[in-house]
């Protein structure tokens, strides 16, 4: 065999050589595309059932709380509705034990009306009472101690209001004022559940949360949501 000739042979097998890594590699992009197709499709159908659901739940969501603060007054005359509640209620069925709980999530909070009121008292405290009587001094400031949020706490606020009348000077009287009127009761949420009960009598919840929806998996393993513990 000449020369001539193992420099054909060689020129072929390069070219046999880069047209298989051209297939190899038409094959890997034609692979990746079906998996890529089939996530997008898989996930995009899920993802418009999930829509459907959400939209379905939402509405349904408020027309339940409508059609229970539509009825709340009613409620109320007839004494279903506890005299401390907060806001929410339970309703339950005579005969079936079912029942529905509307649940009113709200959090009392201060304006800044407040912060004027802060300013006023503390200018009457270091003025007219540190020097006199330092007990009710440290009493009063202690209730105006703001907590880790940097809120005030309503509760201590409340027994300062209580002797609102302790004083008549003028700066101590509308800073009880102020304090009075920037308090308000900031609602963040509504939550409605529902109830059945079970062979024991129990109450138990109709689930509608997603993730506490009990499912089979395909699996054979037990799958459980489990919180991370700390490495001791």
């Given amino acids: 065999m000449d020369t001539k000739q193992i420099e054909l042979s060689i020129a072929e097998l ?6 298989k890594k051209k297939q190899d590699r038409i094959a890997k992009l034609k692979a990746r595309e079906s998996y890529e197709a089939g996530r997008d499709e898989l996930v995009s159908q899920l993802v418009a059932r999930a829509k459907v659901l959400n939209d379905q739940m939402r509405d349904f969501k408020q027309y339940a709380i409508d059609k229970l603060e539509a009825f709340r007054e009613t409620a109320n005359d007839y004494g279903d509705i506890r005299k401390n509640s907060k806001g929410g209620f339970s309703l339950r069925h005579r005969s079936t034990a079912e029942m529905v709980s509307l649940d009113r999530n709200s959090v009392p909070e201060y304006d800044e009306r407040a912060a004027s009121a802060e300013s006023l ?36 606020i409340a027994s300062l209001l209580k002797v609102k009348d302790n004083y008549d000077d003028e700066r101590w009287t509308k800073a009880m004022e102020l304090f009075e009127e920037s308090f308000r009761i900031r609602e963040i949420s509504y939550s409605v559940s529902f109830f059945r009960k079970d062979q024991m009598q129990k109450d138990q919840a109709i689930v509608l949360t997603f993730a506490s929806i009990p499912v089979t998996f395909f699996r054979d393993e037990v799958i459980e949501d489990k919180a991370p513990q700390n490495e001791r």
Wanted: charged share 40%; glycine share 2%; aromatic share 4%.
């Fill in 121 to 156: 008292l503390k200018e009457f405290l270091e003025d007219k009472v540190k020097k006199r009587d330092l007990a009710t001094y440290r009493t009063i400031m202690a209730l105006m101690e703001r907590n880790k949020q940097g809120d005030l706490t309503p509760s201590r």
């Fill in 14 to 19: 390069e070219a046999m050589l880069a047209e």
